[in-house]
T-cell receptor, first 110, second 117 residues
């Protein structure tokens, strides 16, 4: 079945450091790919999405590129801030059903 | 534009009881999905409703059920509660484009946190 694998956390970075959170997927067909973010005590917020191969999603300085050849959708940000501390979920959408990765906790120190 | 509203936000029940959670989608959204989030199992799909019909169901026992009303509002019910049902229950709504269903963006509510004692 469809699945998503994310790098385990927590990831701890200093402010202004470069961020990469790896995400790979297994799916039949060609799903859409998403990154969601969850702040403490809140629901999930859409961060960015990509609907087909080679699409790049971007938002708030975060970027991810849909790589069909490596079945990956790695999340990157050039300079993280303390306010980016949260849990990040990679997900695929096939048939309006989201399959999520386990989530990666990001902690940014000032 | 109001977001997805879930009620109640927090509730405590005891084993064997039942619970009903409510979700009001974004105006105009006709698809409503439910997810369970636990530390051990992560985020798992429960079911999806569109136009009052269940379109998709996850791998959960029959104690978990749901419905959708004509105004797109949805409820989910869990009967005979078990300790393992303690979780954050998230509702999400989407427009559900027939042209590109996989690109639909699900907007989530803040969740209902259920504690079973």
């Amino acid at each position: 079945g469809d699945s998503v694998t994310q790098m385990e956390g927590p990831v701890t970075l200093s402010e202004e450091a470069f961020l990469t959170i790896n995400c790979t997927y297994t799916a039949t067909g060609y799903p859409s790919l998403f990154w969601y973010v969850q702040y403490p005590g809140e629901g999930l917020q859409l961060l960015l999405k990509a609907t087909k191969a080679d699409d790049k999603g971007s938002n708030k300085g975060f970027e991810a590129t849909y790589r069909k050849e490596t079945t990956s959708f790695h999340l990157e940000k050039g300079s993280v801030q303390v306010s980016d501390s949260a849990v990040y979920f990679c997900a695929l959408n096939y048939g309006n059903k989201l399959v999520f990765g386990a989530g990666t906790i990001l902690r940014v120190k000032s | 534009k109001a977001g997805v509203t879930q009620t109640p936000r927090y509730l405590i029940k005891t084993r064997g009881q039942q619970v009903t959670l409510s979700c009001s989608p974004i105006s105009g959204h006709r698809s409503v999905s439910w997810y369970q989030q636990t530390p051990g199992q992560g985020l798992q799909f429960l079911f999806e409703y569109f136009s009052e019909t269940q379109r998709n169901k996850g791998n959960f026992p029959g104690r978990f059920s749901g419905r959708q009303f004509s105004n797109s509002r949805s409820e989910m019910n869990v009967s005979t509660l078990e300790l393992g049902d303690s979780a954050l229950y998230l509702c999400a709504s989407s427009l559900l484009s027939q042209d590109s269903p996989g690109a639909n963006v699900l907007t989530f509510g803040a969740g209902s946190r259920l504690t079973v004692l």
